[in-house]
């Protein structure tokens, strides 16, 4: 496909409000792919790929009757973040890749550290490369709510870890998944991006502190093992 994306309950029903795409709002998901090709092409894709929605479950499947229509499909999906901003005073924007097979279970996963956190999830990704975009809702005026959303992501991006996944598909590390690169990276491998980011940057200066945690920030962060209560490479700077 050129595109495959998916939508759950909520972003549907909170994308359709918005712009009116045409979508199934009792649908507990949505897929939307795209296929490119010649009008041959396309057409024996589109054979086999409805074949495949059939034979796992689709309950419906709308085919584009023109490219306004194609357009209308596209537009819910486009317009789901600004949509989700319409429901909730803020949102958390998650951005962690798993494996395709696991897109069940984790899903399922998340639904249950919703409930656990109290704070909704909305799901909208990229299901063609299993790119997850969870949008956890909360309200920054709310004392608290702001450090259970945080606390909440980690939870997610250290489950796509769990799974064979990766902590970012797109959205880069920063600040934001700092501790979580400690989760899905070792300690000969943190040393080798720090071997490899000074060998462009022996002073330190570009973006200090971001994209590779220290060992000492792995170890107070729990990844790493402490012996004896004595901090492994003490030499390196704390932050």
């Not at 024996?44 to 689709?58: K, P």
Request: some cysteine.
């Amino acid at each position: 496909p050129g595109g495959l994306e998916m939508m759950d309950g909520p972003a549907i029903q909170a994308a359709e409000d918005f712009v009116h795409a045409g979508y199934d709002t009792g649908a507990a998901a949505i897929l939307i792919c795209e296929l490119d090709g010649t009008d041959a092409e396309v057409a024996d894709q589109l054979e086999s790929v409805q074949a495949l929605m059939r034979e796992h479950g689709a309950t419906r499947i709308q085919v584009a009757a023109d490219d306004a229509e194609k357009a209308r499909f596209w537009a819910g999906r486009k317009a789901a973040f600004p949509a989700v901003g319409r429901i909730s005073p803020d949102y958390y924007c998650m951005d962690g890749t798993i494996p395709r097979h696991q897109l069940a279970h984790v899903l399922r996963r998340i639904r249950e550290l919703s409930s656990e956190y109290g704070l909704g999830v909305v799901n909208v990704f990229h299901a063609g490369d299993g790119n997850l975009h969870p949008l956890i809702l909360f309200d920054g005026n709310r004392p608290g709510e702001l450090e259970t959303a945080e606390r909440l992501g980690g939870e997610i991006l250290t489950l796509c870890v769990e799974v064979g996944g990766t902590v970012t598909g797109e959205h880069g590390v920063g600040m934001e998944k700092i501790n979580e690169m400690c989760v899905q990276f070792r300690t000969a491998e943190l040393n080798q991006f720090h071997a490899v980011k000074h060998a462009f940057d022996p002073r330190g200066l570009l973006n200090p502190g971001k994209a590779v945690p220290t060992l000492a920030r792995c170890a107070e962060f729990g990844a790493m093992h402490v012996h004896n209560g004595e901090l492994p490479h003490p030499e390196l700077e704390r932050f």
